[in-house]
């Protein structure tokens, strides 16, 4: 199949990407997590990813990854419920999530990283429960000016308040940081922002040491590369892997 073979370069690209990001930062490579990110490209690419090699996966819709996953299991892709493995697929979920899918969301993702309530962070915890599992969390911050971007601010009252209940939270297990650059030409746009996110992790982890911040989602197509050299621990890239994605009808 063509497509395969284009995904799988593609792939290798973004490895040797990552790769020389990782090399000029002085960081190993086992430290920085690659995300392919699937959203809106159907489950035959996903699928080609998962042959090519990749086990970790985004998407950012709970519909849009329901009907995917539906077509993954007809074409034998095994997506893993709670946890990445080796063998099988995780899924996180990158896109808001509303609070009337959390029921869904619990069950059908890896992990939620984009944690932006306490309100949120409540409801997800009991649709774990009620699902009998632990499910994986980042909190999404907003370190931007951006009108458009979602995530908690990053001096709010509310992520103080999430951060002093998630310890109680039981089905949630928070395991960092997330956060999306603005749009800019600038590269050193994205650089301040990711910057300030690894800044506020060590913060955040000296005052709140029952937490667990070791994971530093930052880094998309166009500013990878820059994430890695400020730290980032997962890299989530679609349209390097996949292509430009068909545009919303
Ligand atoms: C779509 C998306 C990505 C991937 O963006 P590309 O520029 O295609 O790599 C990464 N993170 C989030 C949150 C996204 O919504």
Excluded at 55 to 72: D, I, M, P, S, T
Excluded at 93 to 110: P, V
């Amino acid at each position: 199949m063509s497509g395969h073979q284009h995904i799988s370069e593609n792939i290798q690209r973004v490895e040797e990407r990552i790769l020389t990001a990782c090399r000029q930062a002085g960081r190993e490579r086992i430290h920085v997590r690659l995300m392919a990110v699937s959203k809106t490209h159907p489950a035959e690419l996903l699928a080609e990813a998962f042959t090519a090699g990749l086990r970790l996966f985004g998407e950012n819709r709970v519909q849009e990854f329901q009907e995917k996953k539906a077509a993954l299991d007809n074409l034998r892709i095994p997506v893993a419920d709670t946890f990445t493995s080796d063998h099988r697929a995780a899924v996180h979920l990158i896109g808001h999530l509303q609070s009337n899918k959390t029921a869904r969301a619990a069950e059908i993702f890896s992990a939620v990283d984009t944690v932006d309530s306490l309100k949120l962070a409540q409801r997800l915890n009991d649709a774990a429960a009620r699902a009998k599992r632990q499910l994986s969390a980042l909190i999404e911050l907003k370190l931007s000016e951006e009108e458009a971007k979602t995530g908690l601010e990053a001096d709010s009252s509310e992520l103080a308040e999430l951060l002093e209940q998630l310890p109680d939270l039981h089905h949630l297990q928070t395991r960092g940081l997330m956060t999306v650059a603005p749009f800019d030409e600038n590269p050193e746009t994205a650089r301040k922002c990711f910057r300030k996110l690894r800044q506020l992790r060590e913060e955040l982890a000296a005052r709140y040491p029952r937490l667990d911040f070791k994971e530093l989602s930052m880094g998309m197509s166009g500013d990878f590369e820059i994430a890695i050299e400020e730290g980032s621990t997962l890299v989530r890239i679609g349209t390097a892997i996949f292509g430009a994605r068909p545009k919303p009808a």
